[in-house]
């Protein structure tokens, strides 16, 4: 019988190669003498004086670099944040940053990009490298009273409530100076000519919630956020009579509304690159390309539920079921891992009342390759592995009711390691299942 966590950790892997972002970016922005060419937006280098990069989350690093290369002469100066030290050789000034809650560097980190903007000018080209994790690595309270730890408190609230990204930003960008369309305000301000490149960890043609929107005109609903403070509770923290909602909105007339944008890689190319892996092995691929943001229980269900039905009426020996999105999973515990883990763990116990396959393997990573607060990318299980943790003493239950999943694969096997990418676009699912004769 085949091995199918390998072969589903298999395709993971292969996954990451393909959506590679220096392979992606030499083929999407090229310099042709003075020209350069982002798919098809044309600008004129001679233009300007000088070529400003400013990037922040986690891919910015592997983005700036890229685009350093193609740059050639005509990069000026750059600053990218991002989440850890990488072993990349920039001429741009590197900041490393808190994440997921902010910290004293994201503090600082923004400071000294509002003050890198400033000092450009009408013969300026700025390039926004933007990606995941941005909300975090660069933070300035809109409110003036507010210190770091009252941002890491709501931000810790946020992220553990079981609220959705969309819900996350519009509180997010409520209380801070440089989200919601800020930065772009400052740098429309300036006269320079800006550009947005992202990487995105959010839906399809979402990005305005690519690190809570920095560039991009936006006004924020304030009944939304009224609503959001008392549905979450958040009240402890956001005194709404503080907030001014005149100002945190960014019209377009304030904002370069023409500013152009490009997203380099997404969910979606994740979920094409893991399919033709699949198909490659000889399997029936079924793509789900809806952008799973419910509780994650209720997804792994669904998940499965289907690709059972499929198997059930397939006339293939072996399926593969790809998809993505961000599942919530509310935190009530203190253990290790995150929502891939707690996912796959979820999902194995639910294996064992299956009928109509002979066996079945789920995986479930982030393509940033951090699960929570682990140092992994996620896990692996299958039809054997709660009957195996029951052998060992593990019961798969408690470990879920403590948010403490990344414990039972380390105890047990099935911890997915694939160190930090440099790159996120979202999560990855991988479901295999070889039908009963």
Known sequence: MADLKKIATQIFFETLKAIDLDRKIRRTVRLRGATLSIVEESIDLSRFDEVVLIGFGKASVRIGAALERVLRQHFSRGLLVSDRRHQINLKSRVITAGHPLPDERS???????????????ERSLILFLISGGGSALIEKPAIGDW???????????????GASINEINIVRKAVSAVKGGKLGRLAHETGARYVGLYVSDVNEGDVNAIASNPILP????????RALVCQYGLDRWIDLDQVDFGA??????????????????DNLNALDAAAKAARSMGFEVHVERSSFEEDYKKVAELLIERLVSKCKAADTRMLCQISGGEVRCKVTGNGIGGRNSEFVLYSATLFPKLTGVKSI????????????????????ADEATVA???????????????????????????????GPTGNNVRDLRILIAERSC
């Open 107 to 121: 503090l600082k980190a923004a400071d000294e990009i509002i003050d890198l903007i400033q000092t450009c000018g």
């Open 147 to 161: 210190d770091l730890a009252r941002l890491r408190e709501l931000n810790n609230r946020l992220v553990t409530s």
């Open 218 to 225: 936006e006004r924020i609903p304030e009944a939304r956020l």
């Open 248 to 265: 945190i909105d960014v019209p377009p007339e304030e904002g370069g509304s023409n500013v152009y944008t490009h997203v380099l890689l």
């Open 361 to 380: 393997a789920m995986l479930s990573c982030g393509t940033d390759g951090i699960d929570g607060n682990s140092f992994a990318g996620g896990a692996v």
């Open 388 to 418: 195996v943790a029951a052998d060992h003493g593990l019961d798969a239950n408690d470990y879920i009711n403590r948010n403490d999943s990344h414990s039972f694969f380390q105890r047990l096997g099935g911890v997915v390691y694939s």
